[in-house]
RNA sequence: CGCGGGGUAGAGCAGUGGCAGCUCGUCAGGCUCAUAACCUGAAGGUCGGAGGUUCGAAUCCUCCCCCCGCAACCA
């Protein structure tokens, strides 16, 4: 059985849950169905990065204990999942002590290797702050929220010979060793290679960054954010811990999936960290885009904010899985739209798949037709094959109109066959042919939505009076002859907006 | 001369050399199995602008205009 290990960003608890995270989720958990269907064996890991100087900060501005905020963010997401019925095999909380031995065996292996090292960094130091400000984000040469002028700090700290692996880097993408979905952001990444990756800062003083892990043998030193929170995605299988099996299992993993923002994070300084350490990298990194408001970032001064819950309660679950997976393109920028989303939730939804198994089922029943075992492929050919060429080429969005135009191709059968009218004439054979067939191809099409809408889909399967344990090797037989199939409610009622 | 993405029908998008396409919306017709759903047809675009290459350009080249990201120690 194949295996198929699949990452997505671990959320930073400095806040709560928005769409963006709502939104990669989502595409994960797609992603992770679909490769269920296959038959794979899926692990999938979800998480929380709960280090740094932003966390120590809000907590002490909140006046509480870091350890206590950290918990109570991080509940939110483990509610947001929850709700979205996103299921991980893992959870990895950074704050926890088996990543912390993780993060530390992996620093130690880049330190074995010799590309760690000792420098000064100078920067501009805000005490108000207690951060290092950049230059753009002075006012007159003074922090913008003090109304200090920062002071020139040097500090030691570590550093981590990323610009050793630059090309090396670049061979990688250019081979698709590494891939990097969608092309524009594998171009993106080759042109940093290209200009060479430069080595990262990869410590703090403690002193600085009180809250995060300790570097090995350096009680002043604190880890940087990127061998603490990127390495994530392997002391969740138990890398540095007495039981690595399942890192031995799953790694490397096969899909990592990650917002545009920190592609360079991942496609640079953490496939760096994993030559230099001796460990395969991932196989390919899908990247998404960001997800607007009514066309505008979304922000709590606009007022655009949208809660993900309120939409559940509004128009279900499956709706919402559907509208971010079919109406955002999958590695590009979308936008959330209350009109675009009653647009599809009828269009799409409704119309074409709601009722197309109403009608279908309700004429199966009137018409008392004894289902014959057999499929008309034609009309499904190639369907199935693009659509999955489209989930693994990172496009769920394709991979969904797929599915959309063979279900308009049913609606349009119906119409061409006009089964009441055999019936009416007493044809009964044709009738019962043209039914059967449109069944099969309601069955087939559900099994291609299942990754997207499963609660929809699994309640198409109730009302089919088949078994909701779904795999694509179903679609590799037809229903038994004589099946019966029950009645179906309206899968997707109107929403009153 | 920093890097990149984009400007195609009312809206949202696909389309990298060969009669300009899809979805939604609009208009007209059809059907009655169905969640007033479904099907068919029509209207609607000088493909941001100018120039060039070519038998032929939305697609290649040059210049210009406009929008949006990024510019590495905030993740």
Known sequence: MNKFYLCNAIAYVNGKPHMGHVLEYIFADAIRRYHILKGEDVFYQNGTDEHGSKIYKTAKDQGLEIQEMVDKNNQTFVNVCKLLNVEYDVWIRTSSDHHKKGAQKLWSKLDEAGDIYKDSYEGLYCVGCEAYLNEKDLVDGKCPNHLKEPEKLKEENYFFKLSKYSDQIKDLIESDTLKIYPEGRRNEMLALCEEGLKDVSFSRPKKVLPWGVNVP????????????????????????????????KYWPCDLQMIGKDILRFHGGIWIGMLLSAGIEIPKALGVHGFITSEGQKMSKSLGNVVDPSEIIEQYGLDALRFYLTREVPTGDDGDFSKERFAIVYSSDLANNYGNLVSRVLAMVNKYDVNIKSEFDVEGFNGVFEKYSEYVEGFDLKKAVEEVLRYLDTLNTLIEETKPWALMKEGNVEEATKV??????????????????????????????????????????????????VGTAEPLFPRVEV
């Open 435 to 484: 039914l059967s067939n449109l069944v099969e191809g309601v069955r087939r099409a559900s099994i291609m939505l299942w990754p997207f809408i499963p609660g929809t889909v699994e309640k198409v399967f109730g009302y089919l009076n088949l078994e909701s344990n779904i795999s694509f090797a179903d679609l590799e037989s037809t229903i038994d002859d004589g099946h019966q």
């Open 217 to 248: 043998d350096d009680d002043d030193q604190v880890m940087y954010v990127w061998c603490d929170a990127l390495s994530n995605y392997i002391t969740c299988l138990g890398y540095g811990s007495d039981d690595e099996s399942n890192f031995e």
